[in-house]
């Protein structure tokens, strides 16, 4: 009998737990601001603007405040023949910091896959890559549990494009974003 009530307990338990578990992950839309800036070694250019927009999701551990974040966004950034369009994929391992119920910080790190999908051919000695790969760096704050405001640099770990004439050159379109994430 005393087994029947330790097994019946424990089934109860689990099933109090289980709503708490579900929320463990949340689904949202991401969006924002692309400020972009291509440095060359003989040229650079001035910040560009362009923008993002993609679902996310976000996984944490509620005690630990420690999680990790994706998205799957639509970003453009550069301008005119520099310009680039494409899927853009960041995963970042997120901490944040409670400062009570409705308000927390948060600071993320990780790697950022792009994947140009606008006029990769060749044109006027450059050709632009099919793929790169980059290091976000961020924080920003959530807000009322729903809203997240933040700031993200990227950093390049190869170059943006071919160069012809500069086979040599440094090219690395370095980005500043600004987003706003709603999570449901």
């Not at 338990?13 to 289980?18: G, P």
């Not at 400020?35 to 603007?49: A, C, I, P, Q, V």
């Not at 362009?50 to 551990?61: D, N």
Request: charged letters at 20%.
């Amino acid at each position: 009998m005393k087994k029947w009530i330790a097994t019946l307990m424990a089934l109860c338990c689990l099933a109090i737990a289980m709503p708490a578990q579900a929320q463990l992950i949340k689904f949202g839309v991401k969006g924002g601001l692309n400020l972009s800036k291509l440095d060359l070694k003989e040229y650079s250019s001035d910040n560009t603007t362009g923008f993002f927009i993609g679902p996310m999701a976000e996984v944490t551990i509620p005690i630990i405040g420690l999680g990790i974040d994706g998205a799957l966004m639509y970003s453009q950034r550069g301008e005119k023949e520099w310009k680039q369009q494409g899927l853009e994929i960041p995963l970042n391992l997120k901490y944040t910091i409670g400062l009570g119920s409705m308000l927390g910080v948060y600071l993320a790190a990780g790697p950022d896959f792009f994947f140009n999908f606008k006029d990769v051919k060749e044109s006027q000695g450059f050709k632009k890559k099919d793929s790169q790969v980059g290091l976000n760096l961020g924080g920003g704050i959530k807000l009322l549990r729903h809203l997240q405001v933040g700031v993200n640099y990227q950093i390049p770990l190869g170059d943006s494009f071919d160069l012809k004439e500069l086979p040599q050159a440094d090219n690395k379109t370095k980005t500043w974003q600004v987003s706003l994430a709603y999570l449901f």
